[in-house]
């Protein structure tokens, strides 16, 4: 959600729910049935600023290589684009109703069947690796709420791409396409669902040898930009040096609490 530009620090977004429809009275100047509004609203604070500093020294500068404030830049794109991605995470907690500030990721299930529940006990946490009949279970999950089929995504961490990988259904042409997914995080589409790998996947506080993956509909959360990335250089003349800041405004909320399910399997 682009909300660039606009005033206020709180976004009051609507979320609402689906109706049912009525059979009409063949009766003349019978009335239609009005369906009430029962779907609630969620609050996105835009309250997450961001920012990436450098000081680009003058003799540095004289001496290094060209590229190397070309550097900075990228690296703080990155170090901006890391910090959203794990704000995001934190949303994924929330998924299926779950309260944020009970066991972590206690709505979630482990990979391997779709169907177990996490737990997240220390030193005992759950998780199987990931497998074809788990993804198909989430998908079921998220079928049976009528969440749309379109624009879903599984996000798994680099484990969940070896393990995959190695698993002849998934290396099919069908799920690894034309060969793009050696450019990019996209690892290809399985059953209609949009495939990608983030070395930024959590790990639980209490299983640590556990990684969360994500399969939802891209409605599910919400991500409203404020400002940015923007980048910045003022010289300081006290330092003899350029300072570099990339910086970035945003929130974040669950718009959809069944449009996602968290995913737990091995860490190694």
Known sequence: MNVKGKKGDTINLPVPARGSASQKSITAQAQVVLIAETGTGIQISLNQHWEYSRLLEDFAEAVALSSIRKFYTDDG???????????????????QNATVGDALYSN???????????????GNANSTAITDAGIRRT????????????????????????????????????????????RN????????VSVHVSPNCPTPTSGTTVR????????????????GPRVQTQ??????????????????GVAYTFGGVALAMPSA
């Open 77 to 95: 794109g990155h170090a901006l684009a890391v910090a959203k991605d794990t704000n995001l995470f934190t949303q994924v907690q929330k998924l």
């Open 108 to 122: 979630a299930y482990i990979a391997g069947d779709g169907a177990t529940a996490y737990v997240d006990a220390a």
């Open 139 to 182: 998908i079921q999950r998220l079928d049976d709420q009528y969440i749309p089929m379109s624009d879903r995504f599984l996000v798994v961490p680099p484990v969940g791409r070896r393990v995959m990988s190695g698993i002849a259904r998934f290396t099919e042409q069908a799920f690894v396409g034309d060969g793009a997914s050696i």
């Open 185 to 192: 995080g996209k690892l290809g589409d399985v059953y209609g």
């Open 212 to 227: 969360i993956g994500v399969l939802a509909h891209k409605d599910a959360i919400v991500l409203a930009d404020v400002l």
């Open 235 to 252: 010289y300081k003349q006290e330092y003899l040096a350029t300072l570099l800041t990339a910086d970035t405004i945003f929130g974040s």
